[in-house]
């Protein structure tokens, strides 16, 4: 997209913004329709964020990519593939239309996160179009930024409801050299510890997952980085290779499918034991990250992730009309509306999609 | 002294208050020296309950609070304001858990950067941020603002490596952010926090991300005949797909410094050198040094020396580590700029530099965070020559201008505080400095934590400040400044 195309949509979506602030009609912003499933139910007029799509500027060199919030996600990975190089935070697509903005705005990473960091680990810097209709930009597009608060990372997760974003720059890393999936058979407490131990010693780990009979791990890095930590931890050769984390990235796994119950992502601390709820358990993210299928009450999963000193987001399914994501101590929730109406004065953007009170 | 301060006294012990003229000149400025006011008083609380009744009780009598750490920062963050409160966090000095197993320390803001990884290196652990001031700067500090360090290229900055916070806001109400786990529910609270400068909150505990130390490293230093090669050479290593631990370079004025100093073997007719370190398991380690040194040399370096053990290895990096006193003996004063440029663009900009010290008439050194684009021009004048500092200051201002139009930012690493408040307003437009003034609001609705600093009013935005350094002498002269 030109300049000239692009300074118009940008002043098309900005006036859409102003009018909806006059008569307080909420706009939903959506890209690639990829992961409207997650968060609370929201109604509103449509912003359709595909049409501000393309990447501005990347320079390999410089391990950063700036592109509009609309370019696919696909795309811009294919674009670092040809150059060696990747978004570290392993985004999970959930549909071939997902898009750069979608991804940001959901704060979601794969299983590389607890090793190398989340999404917004990696924002440098985004040009967001707010709730009251003013185009701005924060951060950039170099490593280290201290120059005024840290508006892009707010942004990240923050599911649009601060801002629409518009333009995104990230910091990418090399690709790996190598990369080898393995897989050994073992209990619950064996794998915990495990996963725990490894992680803390130099063994190139880039994913760690316990499937209720395996501790299946990927290691990555530098062929012979990843050779030294094979010998010594004597696994074998995962039967799916690294198929297996793409597939559990993108909730492909047996796990995840045909199931008719709510689906719980909790997160608690990595080494946090057995969690005393019924239904079935998939670890990721080396014990921080556990996927729940079970038909037990809210409030109780609540409490017990809570207890152990995490949160539980009802990630698929249940009442998408009811808290999706865990209630925030009233200090906290006090200072989410503050913030929303320093953003978003009148509630404009995706009203009700990340808590019923903005 | 108003009576509403003597109240101080009825929930804190006199031993936590300072308000006698002498007493207080300690804390009149932090390592931005050239700026001082005297505070109406100095509290010390030592538990949380007291920081929240010293917030309740200036919030009350609207009464301003500095969040003061070792005083070690660069940008005047911790300068008084006048008729304000310091709330020292001095006595906050504790680790108070090591979690090895999980990966976490809890730890006091007072608590040292440095005694962190001091702490936890018995189980094969340590804390990545790495300010060069890390032997004294707290690490309430480093959250306040973002620091970073050497190694920051692959193993981030603070905001990478903290993963919860205990705040007290100006109201008094102690909040947890973040979370143990690997996030927590609702906005980015944390990172909102990291390197807000004491504008938001009071950090009262932190919880911070320990990582796994590297079992070997190693050292290359790199001659070359101009800048513009070496930038290639930083370039050509990314290029190839590594990300070294450490990727440092220094331009010819720096090298001379330098080698007069401590004679850390570095070529003094190069233009430039790199310092580049390499970590990981032994076998990578040989793997990577042999392939970065083939890709320097390819990229036109005129040397490239491997250090041939751990000593050596040392004296390369304590070379690039005393460039600051370095620069100190050459200058009667020197003022520290730190800008951050896309490296692309490091020939260009130091070519600019250059131009703006002959147009000044003021020498100038450059050292440089090369891997992430971390510019630390030092700027030479004489303090006792009228009119000199006032020139160092314009063309320090000039250099962060420079760093912006070339697509950077006015700070890297040092923060705002009140020195780069001037050079805020050519960063961010009005609109995107109100928007910042309204991130404030929302924590801080009467102004009273820290105001003045960080964010410009519309109004303030044309006035100037700046680190000088007097006869070679920065506060804490014992502190490595890299």
Known sequence: MDGTNISTLYQEFKERVIAANTVGQPLVIQGGRTKGFYGRHCEGEILDTRSCSGIISYEPTELVITARAGTSLAEVEKTLASYGQMLAFEPPYFGKDATLGGIVACGLSGPRRPYVGSVRDFILGVKCLTGRGEILTFGGQVMKNVAGYDVSRLMTGAHGTLGVLLEISIKVLPAPEYEVSLTRSKDFSSALHDMNTWAGRSLALSAACYDGQHLNIRLSGKRSAVHAAMKQLNMDEHPEGLRYWQDLCEQQLVFFKNNNKALWRISVPPATPVLDLPGEWFIDWGGAQRWLKSSESTERIRHVSEQAGGHATLFRGGDRNGEIFHPLSPGIKVLHTRLKKAFDPEFILNRGRMYREF | ?482
């Open chain 2, 1 to 482: 002294m108003p009576s509403s301060i003597d109240r101080l006294y009825e929930f804190l012990p006199a031993g936590a208050i300072i308000a006698d003229a002498e007493s207080l000149q300690v804390y009149e400025c932090d390592a931005l020296s050239a700026y001082r006011e005297l505070p109406r008083c100095v509290v010390l609380p030592d538990s949380i309950k007291q920081v929240q009744e010293i917030m309740r009780f200036c919030h009350a009598e609207k009464i301003p609070v500095v969040a003061r750490g070792a005083g070690t920062g660069l940008s005047g963050g911790a300068l008084p304001v006048t008729n304000g409160v310091i709330l020292s966090l001095a006595k906050f000095d504790r680790i108070l858990e090591i979690d090895p197993y999980q990966r976490i320390a809890r730890v006091q803001p007072g608590v040292r950067n440095l005694s962190v990884s001091e702490a936890v290196a018995p189980y094969d652990l340590f804390y990545a941020p790495d300010p060069s001031s890390q032997i004294a700067c707290t690490i309430g500090g480093n959250v306040a603002e973002n620091s970073g360090g050497v190694h920051c290229l692959k193993y981030g900055l603070t905001v990478h490596n903290i993963a919860a916070l205990k705040i007290v806001t100006i109201e008094g109400e102690l909040l947890d952010i973040g979370s143990h786990a690997l996030d927590a529910p609702g906005y980015d609270l944390l990172a909102l926090m990291t390197g807000s400068e004491g504008m938001l909150a009071v950090i009262v505990e932190i919880t911070l991300k320990l990582l796994p130390k590297p079992v070997h490293n190693q050292i290359l230093l790199a001659a070359y005949d101009s800048v513009e090669k070496a930038g290639n050479g930083v370039a050509a290593i990314i290029a190839a797909g590594i990300i070294p631990a450490g990727l440092e370079m220094m331009d010819n004025a720096g090298i001379r410094a330098v080698e007069a100093y401590v004679n850390a073997g570095y070529p003094v007719e190069a233009a430039a050198i790199l310092l580049c370190e390499i970590d990981g398991v032994p076998e990578e380690v040989n793997v990577e040094s042999h392939k970065v040194q083939q890709i320097l040399l390819h990229s036109g370096a005129t040397n490239v020396r491997m250090a041939k053990n751990s000593a050596e290895g040392e004296k390369f990096w304590a070379g690039r580590k005393a460039a600051f006193p370095a620069v100190g003996r050459i200058a009667a004063d020197y003022y520290c700029m730190d800008g951050t440029i896309p490296r692309k663009h490091i020939a260009e900009v130091l070519r600019r530099i250059s131009d703006l010290s002959r147009q000044f008439g003021l020498g100038v050194v450059n050292v440089f965070h090369a891997g992430d684009g971390n510019l630390h021009p030092l700027i030479l004048y004489d303090v006792s020559v009228p009119g000199e500092l006032k020139k160092a200051e314009d063309f320090g201002g000039k250099i962060l201008e420079v760093c912006v139009q070339f697509g950077g930012t006015i700070t890297g690493e040092h923060g705002v505080g009140i020195e780069k408040i001037n050079q805020m307003c050519i960063q961010f437009n009005p609109e995107e400095l109100l928007q910042f003034h309204a991130i404030k609001h929302a924590f801080d609705t009467d102004h009273l934590l820290n105001p003045g600093k960080a964010v410009p009013t519309l109004k303030r935005c044309a006035e100037f400040g700046a680190m000088h350094v007097h006869a070679g002498q920065l506060p804490f002269p014992e502190l490595e400044r890299f």
